[in-house]
């Protein structure tokens, strides 16, 4: 027994030592279940190692999760596919499987307010997370361009570069909404050429290319970074209603129907109050 105990202790230190936290928690009850069940050394010890495996996959997709600062409630669960049409259903399959970040390819969705660009685009990049462990940012394009500008004013621009190039996507949202001044759209050109076949950019906007030119300010500047974006890219157009609008009809359309009922309601009770106040006078 002393000498059982004696192999537990230095097994547990070693396995602390080797940093498997997972293994050095499970050890003795896979081993008893290795001795009732017979099995042998390899699927004794195959058996701990998919426990440390698996603890420890779910820990590197919650950090990435956290890292990525996308809105987890905009999955893909909670996104109406069936309001997209069947071409950007197609591209929305092909873009989940994440062969495009292999080819640092780029993702632009162009549509009107409400039709759920930014929806789509943080589903895809929370699946890629948890589904294919790959490392995905989420940056409105006004507070990117404001941490560009406080690094290049503190001097660390390529330190911000090199922390952003840890991520295989960084998904922009919003890029044209609020306008920048020239400064701004030189430094989020300046990363765009950083990004350049080297990741993936994911991209929603309301302003078709044609206007792009109020982002960028000149007709070069602007050019060149659409050039560099479309050479490698696959562009979303969600050419639909707003999904906000449509609800808030419905949810119009819901209340006056309730409102509708309770007034027919109403008018009821008052027709049979009154044909009882008729009746009594006559018998009076």
């Given at each position: 027994?002393?000498?059982?105990?004696?192999?537990?202790?230095?097994?547990?230190?070693?396995?602390?030592?080797?940093?498997?936290?997972?293994?050095?928690?499970?050890?003795?009850?896979?081993?008893?279940?290795?001795?009732?069940?017979?099995?042998?050394?390899?699927?004794?010890?195959?058996?701990?190692?998919?426990?440390?495996?698996?603890?420890?996959?779910?820990?590197?997709?919650?950090?990435?999760?956290?890292?990525?600062?996308?809105?987890?409630?905009?999955?893909?669960?909670?996104?109406?596919?069936?309001r997209l049409p069947r071409?950007?259903?197609?591209?929305t399959r092909t873009l989940?499987?994440?062969?495009?970040?292999?080819?640092?390819?780029?993702?632009?969705?162009?549509?009107?307010?409400?039709?759920?660009?930014?929806?789509?685009?943080?589903?895809?990049?929370?699946?890629?997370?948890?589904?294919?462990?790959?490392?995905?940012?989420?940056?409105?394009?006004?507070?990117?361009?404001?941490?560009?500008?406080?690094?290049?004013?503190?001097?660390?621009?390529?330190?911000?570069?090199?922390?952003?190039?840890?991520?295989?996507?960084?998904?922009?949202?919003?890029?044209?909404?609020?306008?920048?001044?020239?400064?701004?759209?030189?430094?989020?050109?300046?990363?765009?050429?950083?990004?350049?076949?080297?990741?993936?950019?994911?991209?929603?906007?309301?302003?078709?290319?044609?206007?792009?030119?109020?982002?960028?300010?000149?007709?070069?500047?602007?050019?060149?970074?659409?050039?560099?974006?479309?050479?490698?890219?696959?562009?979303?157009?969600?050419?639909?209603?707003?999904?906000?609008?449509?609800?808030h009809r419905k949810d119009?359309?819901?209340?006056?129907?309730?409102?509708?009922?309770?007034?027919?309601?109403?008018?009821?009770?008052?027709?049979?109050?009154?044909?009882?106040?008729?009746?009594?006078?006559?018998?009076?």
């Amino acid at each position: 027994m002393e000498r059982k105990h004696d192999i537990g202790s230095e097994l547990t230190r070693g396995l602390k030592e080797l940093h498997l936290p997972t293994m050095r928690q499970c050890y003795e009850e896979v081993a008893r279940q290795a001795e009732q069940e017979a099995l042998s050394h390899e699927r004794f010890f195959l058996e701990l190692v998919r426990r440390e495996l698996e603890v420890r996959r779910a820990k590197r997709i919650e950090r990435y999760l956290r890292e990525s600062k996308l809105p987890l409630e905009k999955n893909i669960e909670a996104f109406d596919m069936n309001r997209l049409p069947r071409k950007v259903i197609q591209q929305t399959r092909t873009l989940l499987e994440g062969h495009f970040l292999d080819r640092t390819e780029c993702v632009l969705a162009f549509g009107n307010p409400g039709t759920g660009k930014t929806h789509l685009l943080c589903a895809i990049g929370q699946h890629l997370i948890r589904d294919r462990e790959r490392r995905v940012l989420f940056a409105s394009a006004s507070l990117l361009v404001q941490e560009l500008l406080i690094a290049k004013r503190d001097l660390k621009l390529s330190r911000l570069f090199k922390r952003l190039s840890k991520f295989e996507a960084i998904l922009i949202d919003d890029i044209g909404y609020v306008q920048q001044n020239r400064e701004e759209m030189e430094l989020l050109f300046t990363l765009l050429g950083e990004r350049y076949e080297k990741g993936s950019v994911m991209i929603t906007s309301n302003l078709p290319f044609s206007k792009w030119e109020r982002i960028f300010k000149d007709p070069m500047t602007t050019a060149a970074a659409i050039d560099r974006l479309i050479h490698h890219s696959v562009i979303i157009e969600l050419n639909i209603p707003s999904y906000r609008l449509e609800h808030h009809r419905k949810d119009r359309g819901g209340q006056k129907g309730t409102s509708r009922s309770k007034g027919t309601k109403n008018s009821t009770l008052a027709r049979k109050k009154e044909g009882k106040k008729k009746s009594t006078k006559l018998r009076a």
